[in-house]
């Protein structure tokens, strides 16, 4: 399965279609919501809009995915509060194995990894005279492929308005814009640079906000729509789910209870005293499960 795997990604960086690694999922946070939530607060939340940083805590996060086929990825993110700012940094890395590797007349030679590692500093503010918040996340990107690198200049942007009579936020981000430096080979390759469009509302008889995401890739003609909540509990639980239109392209109608679970993630958040914990997993239906944990300190 891995090997299969590895000849998708390496086809895929061929054509020049995307660089998986910006796209990918580091926290459980963005598995439990199916990436949707915008305008959600998490230490993530430069990947979709940086504005939501603007509300973090002094915080030290780290945390731990597992993907199918052997593949981890982790991250670590340090956010520090400021008089009229926010700024984050983080460091993620995702891990695709260990390969077994072959030449052209099919010997073996020496194994080899595929690896991305993504350095990020963001900041966020908030207007003193509106109802608005701002941020903006600069990072490097770099993609090792057995013996090819690719380096990126990252960039993402985006504002998020909130509405206390209407219980609700809007917010607009470009997220993974940004140059390439280094390219794996002469071919073309490209950014997914993508436009999303967050909406958020406070339900009035639930302690529930729902989240629906607009997800248009620049180099897509159609978007995707990602649908989220999160229900807050007593003892400072959140109980956060999350599913896209991805769910129709999963279902194989041959397994009903693998195609109700197909493209669902679900997870649980947990503040006690100082420190956070967070756990999540999201079920690509017949194609397997991700899981996440993270763990985290206010100081």
């Known amino acids: 399965m891995k090997g299969v795997l590895f000849s998708i990604l390496l086809s895929a960086l061929s054509a020049g279609v995307t660089f998986p690694g910006l796209e990918n999922w580091y926290h459980p946070h963005r598995i439990s919501l199916t990436g949707a939530g915008g305008t959600v607060s998490n230490v993530t939340s430069d990947i979709i809009n940086p504005a939501a940083l603007w509300t973090l805590p002094r915080l030290f996060e780290v945390s731990f995915v597992s993907y199918p086929a052997d593949i981890t990825a982790q991250s670590i993110h340090l956010s520090l509060p400021g008089k009229q700012s926010v700024t984050v940094y983080g460091l993620r890395q995702i891990n695709y194995g260990l390969f077994d590797g072959r030449d052209e007349l099919n010997q073996e030679t020496e194994n080899y990894s595929a ?6 500093w963001a900041v966020a503010g908030h207007s003193s005279r509106w109802p608005l918040s701002w941020g903006m996340c600069a990072g490097v990107f770099i993609s090792s492929l057995d013996d090819k690198q690719a380096v990126l200049f990252t960039f993402s942007s985006g504002i998020i308005i909130n509405s206390k009579k209407l219980k609700s936020k809007l917010g607009i981000s470009l997220i993974n814009a940004g140059s390439i430096l280094k390219k794996y080979s002469e071919s073309e390759e490209k950014l997914p640079t993508a436009l999303v469009l967050s909406l958020s509302k406070k339900l009035a008889y639930l302690p529930l906000s729902l989240s629906v995401d607009i997800y248009n890739r620049l180099s897509k003609e159609t978007a995707e729509i990602r649908l989220g909540g999160v229900f807050k509990l007593p003892y400072q639980l959140q109980l956060k789910f999350g599913t896209s239109i991805n769910r129709l392209k999963q279902s194989k109608h041959d397994n009903l209870a693998k ?19 967070e756990t999540g997993m999201y079920s690509y239906g017949p194609g397997g499960f991700i899981s996440g944990l993270a763990v985290g300190i206010n100081f």
């Not at 690896?115 to 990020?120: I, P, R, S, V």
């Not at 197909?262 to 956070?276: E, L, N, P, Q, R």
């Open 115 to 120: 690896t991305d590692t993504w350095l990020n």
């Open 259 to 277: 195609d109700f679970f197909a493209d669902t993630g679900f997870g649980i958040g947990w503040d006690y005293d100082i420190y956070h914990f």
